[in-house]
């Protein structure tokens, strides 16, 4: 069994997996305050829901766009599940070539997720991650990851609305019955929901006129499904995208 993990700015992202079959996943609040025994804690919970042990594992690879708590997943990975983990880093091998001005600020999921991307389904590809942030991801024929676009996510975007407006509430993002919304919730979920449909639709023209005709689109993160409802232009949807680039990255550097 492999256990993947990927440590983002609201969830922490887990999978196990049966040589290339994800077997199980699941997704948990990332908690900035928890400390390495409580992570080791409950890695060893879920690893026991599942029914294995630690002896099952032949090994964990991490990633992390939080700095703060990859050293307190990595120890708990250590002294709880007697594994030092694989951690997605400068150094490791991805199958992918970064063409990024900078190639170390790279997120270490987008990374993974272009990795996954290439295996499935090849280049050239728009890979949307809809997370804490929305990011557009530019994969090329031959494997190359050429940057993106980033922009707040929807969650986030919902959650400023009601920090900031004092008469907006705190809303459930769901699809309205109308894009006119008649009532001020109907109105924030046309808004959010539809703005950024349009807004995904608008960067994937772009983007395609950037890589070619031929580019595919795939979306992943916790409201692909959501979004990709409402447009023809998410050609596939893959929930566990940086799950799957995260078992690749693991197997290259064997």
């Known amino acids: 069994m492999l256990l993947t993990i990927d440590i983002g700015n609201t969830n922490l992202t887990i999978g196990l997996y049966e040589g290339e079959r ?17 992570y080791g804690l409950q890695l060893l919970g879920l690893l026991q829901h599942a029914g294995h042990n630690i002896h099952d594992l032949i090994g964990i690879s991490l990633s992390s766009v939080v700095p703060p708590l990859t050293g307190r997943v990595t120890q708990a990975c250590r002294e709880y599940l007697k594994q030092e983990p694989l951690v997605v880093d400068t150094g490791v091998k ?26 499935f389904y090849g280049g050239p590809a728009c890979v949307i991650d809809f997370g804490t942030a929305t990011t557009f991801n530019a994969v090329t024929k031959q494997g190359d990851y050429l940057g993106g676009a980033i922009t707040a996510g929807i969650n986030l975007a919902a959650e400023a609305l009601y920090t900031r407006a004092a008469k907006l509430p705190r809303i459930d993002l769901q699809r309205p019955p109308n894009v006119i919304g008649r009532n001020t919730v109907h109105a924030m979920q046309s808004g959010l929901l539809f703005g950024y449909v349009s807004m995904v639709e608008g960067m994937v023209e772009r983007f395609r006129k950037e890589l070619g005709p031929d580019m595919k689109v795939v979306a992943t993160g916790g409201l692909a499904e959501v979004v990709a409802k409402e447009t ?19 197997e290259l550097n064997q």
């Open 232 to 250: 023809p232009v998410i050609q596939h949807i893959a929930p566990w995208l940086t799950l799957d680039g995260l078992r690749i990255i693991w």
């Open 94 to 119: 991805t199958g992918i070539r970064i063409r990024y001005e900078d190639p170390k600020a790279v997120g270490a999921d987008r990374v993974c997720d272009a990795a996954a991307v290439m295996q």
């Open 22 to 38: 994800l077997g199980w996943h699941w997704r948990l609040a990332t908690d900035h305050n928890r400390m390495p025994d409580e």
